[in-house]
């Protein structure tokens, strides 16, 4: 069962992201690799790069900025291959960034 | 039932007393809430034309579970046939070979613990353990709630569907994390046994009951469990005054209740369950409320002390209404003015509820600030959620003002 753990976080209640945040991250990557449960994972530029696209009667509209304004910006992802709910929440309470935002877990559809 | 015949008078006392046993066995087999609960569906239905016909089995429960693994075996055939597939011949192709009814374990506990998972919504988790363990019909829950029907029927349907896809696992918690989704099974119990004392005995199932009757389970299933004790304990002691609590429609204060009216038996089987769990010296909040509820049923209660056990459930509850009740301990035992100063730093927090205003409209009336005494009982009984507690504080008001 695979889920995706979104990193939600408030860049005014972030740490900056220097040498002692970076640490945390590589040492969680570095577990829940060798725990064999990291599929995927990246971090995101901020929210201030973003560019949203959608197409509306055949016409590809561009907007500058985030599909949807909030406090909290989606800040990067795991992907974790875990047994069930209660495996895949408890290495997103892991994620560093749980400590000053929010991880949504998701559960990745299987199309049978 | 639809008629009283001998049949579905079985149907119903098995319903009763084991549909949680059942579902139990049946998610544990096919790991699937909605195809176990169909397939409990089918089996009731032929189960009620099968008993009318050849009379009620020997064993109802394992004729049910026997039948219920058939029709939840031909819906996976036929969700296979419909192309749904590869999901449901992997069950098929793992599904044992029958089992004896007799021989099925008691999967209770492990139900419970997905019905109270902490990521489903509390109020979810009150109806789905009333649907699955309690065997209340959604009707029934979507009553005791104040909602529609079709409100509480998605509800429920959406929290089994989460069940479903999100994998929330069908198990016993690990051992690190059992106490603290002990205790998210138990506040569950807790607000079951809430609504029904809300609820009076309005409703035609008794929430208070089927609250105890969970409380019993989970005692018998997960014993020699202090916080489990307690909050048994903590149910008995308060259930076992209800008699007394209301008299000529209105609610009647602890210190005011006839006694002899309290249910003997109940209190001391709730304080024999109370000294057991504090012997374990393994403190929690449901012990500590059962020992406050204890403290509440001797003649003079121990202010100082039902004091200082709020004090100690405020480190596991830092709540503003806990704050609420240690305030009024503290006035009980003497400490008139600091708890009207705790009390005023609580009056945002605690506006619209209606025991804040009770309380400190009877705490002003006894330091003789009586136009502010006033203003909050008025502000009390406009809140009152029943006649009876409007009643009783009108009675107050009038009684302490006059």
């Known amino acids: 069962m695979q889920y995706m753990a979104l990193i939600y976080t408030d860049p005014a209640l972030t740490p900056p992201m220097g040498k002692a945040m970076n640490d945390d991250y590589f040492a969680y990557t570095r577990r829940v690799k060798e725990a064999g449960v990291m599929k995927a994972g990246d971090a995101l530029q901020p929210v201030t790069t973003a560019t949203s696209v959608r197409v509306r009667d055949g016409k590809v509209e561009t907007i500058d900025g985030p599909f949807a304004d909030t406090k909290e910006h989606l800040g990067g992802y795991y992907l974790l291959d875990c047994a069930d709910l209660d495996e895949a929440l408890k290495w997103a309470a892991q994620i560093p960034g749980a400590k000053y935002g929010t991880i949504e877990v998701r559960p990745i559809v299987v199309f049978g | ?402």
């Open chain 2, 1 to 402: 039932m639809i008629r009283d015949t001998p049949a579905s008078t079985a149907l119903d006392k098995v319903m009763r007393e084991d549909r949680g046993r059942c579902l139990a066995a049946l998610i544990a087999r096919f790991g699937d809430f909605q195809l176990a609960e169909d397939a409990l569906q089918d089996a009731l239905a032929e189960a009620a034309r099968h008993w009318d016909q050849s009379g009620v089995p020997d064993r109802p429960l394992g004729w049910l579970l026997k039948v219920a693994g058939r029709k939840a075996v031909d819906r996976l055939r036929r969700r296979n046939r419909e192309g749904a597939g590869a999901a449901a011949l992997a069950i098929l192709a793992s599904d044992p070979v029958e089992e004896e009814a007799e021989m099925i374990p008691d999967q209770r506990l492990r139900l419970i613990f997905t019905c109270c998972h902490p990521a489903l919504e509390p109020k979810t988790r009150v109806a789905l353990t009333l649907r699955t363990l309690g065997g209340l019909t959604t009707s029934q829950i979507a009553r005791a709630f104040l909602d529609s029907e079709p409100a509480m029927g998605q509800r429920l349907s959406r929290a089994k569907a989460k069940i479903a896809a999100a994998a929330i696992p069908f198990k016993l918690p690990e051992p690190e994390d059992l106490a603290e989704r002990l205790n998210s099974v138990l506040t569950v119990v807790y607000l079951i046994f809430n609504a029904g004392y809300t609820a009076g005995p309005a409703l035609d199932r008794d929430l208070c009951d089927e609250a105890i009757f969970l409380a019993r389970l989970l005692n018998q299933l997960q014993p020699a469990t202090a916080e489990v004790e307690g909050a048994l304990a903590l149910l008995l002691l308060t259930h076992a005054r209800r008699a007394a609590r209301v008299l000529g429609g209105a609610s009647v204060a602890l210190a005011d209740q006839d006694r002899a009216l309290w249910d003997g038996p109940m209190l001391a089987e709730g304080q024999a369950l109370l000294d057991r769990a504090v012997a374990r010296r393994r403190s929690g909040p449901f012990q500590i409320k059962a020992a406050i509820a204890a403290l509440h049923s001797q003649h003079a209660p121990d202010w100082p002390q039902i004091t200082a056990l709020y004090a100690g459930l405020l480190c596991h509850e830092p709540t503003p209404v806990v704050r609420l009740n240690h305030a009024v301990a503290l006035a009980e035992s003497g400490a008139l003015q600091e708890a009207l100063e705790r009390l005023g730093a609580l009056s945002d927090a605690l506006d619209g509820y209606q025991p804040f205003h009770a309380a400190r409209a009877e705490l002003l009336a006894r330091s003789g600030q009586t136009t502010a005494a006033l203003v909050a009982y008025e502000r009390a009984i406009a809140l009152a959620s029943s006649p009876a507690d409007a009643a009783f504080l009108t009675r107050r008001r009038n009684r302490n003002l006059s």
